[in-house]
C-alpha cells in the first residue's frame, strides 16, 4: 500500500511563506508525476504545480507562477511546495498526488493514483 502523507499546512499572514511536504511510504514506489492541488470550500480540485520525477521538469498553475515553486528530493521520496507572497486567495486544502505513468495531462487530477489526505493552509488577510 502506497502512502502519501503532507505536512507544513498553517495559518499564515498575506505575503507571508509556507513549504508543503510530501513524503511517499509503503511499498516500492515510483511515481512518473507528482503533484499538488488544493481545493477551497465549495469549489472544484484545482491545479496547482506538478513536477517528473525523473527529469525534475516543472508546471505551474497561472494563479501560482511566480511565487510558488516545486522541487523534489529523490532520496527521501519527498517532494516540496515553497509558497512566497502569499495571498488570502490561496486559502485552501492542499493535496499531495502521483501517478503510475508519464505523459499524462498533469493538470487533471483523475490522471493521478494516489493521494494524500490534505492539509490546510490558510492565508489571513
Known amino acids: 500500500q502506497v502512502q502519501l502523507v503532507e505536512s507544513g499546512g498553517e495559518l499564515v499572514q498575506t505575503g507571508g511563506s509556507l513549504r508543503l511536504s510530501c513524503t511517499a511510504s509503503?511499498?516500492?514506489?515510483?511515481?512518473?508525476?507528482r503533484g499538488w492541488f488544493r481545493q477551497a470550500p465549495g469549489k472544484e480540485r484545482e491545479f496547482v504545480a506538478a513536477?517528473?520525477?525523473?527529469?525534475?521538469?516543472?508546471y505551474y498553475a497561472d494563479s501560482v507562477k511566480g511565487r510558488f515553486t516545486i522541487s523534489r528530493d529523490s532520496a527521501k521520496n519527498t517532494v516540496y511546495l515553497q509558497m512566497n507572497s502569499m495571498k488570502p486567495e490561496d486559502t485552501a486544502v492542499y493535496y499531495c498526488a502521483g501517478s503510475r505513468s508519464s505523459g499524462i495531462y498533469y493538470s487533471r487530477p483523475q490522471e493521478y493514483a494516489y493521494w494524500g489526505q490534505g492539509t490546510q493552509v490558510t492565508v489571513s488577510s
Open positions: 513536477i517528473s520525477w525523473s527529469g525534475g521538469i516543472t
Open positions: 509503503g511499498r516500492t514506489f515510483s511515481s512518473y508525476v
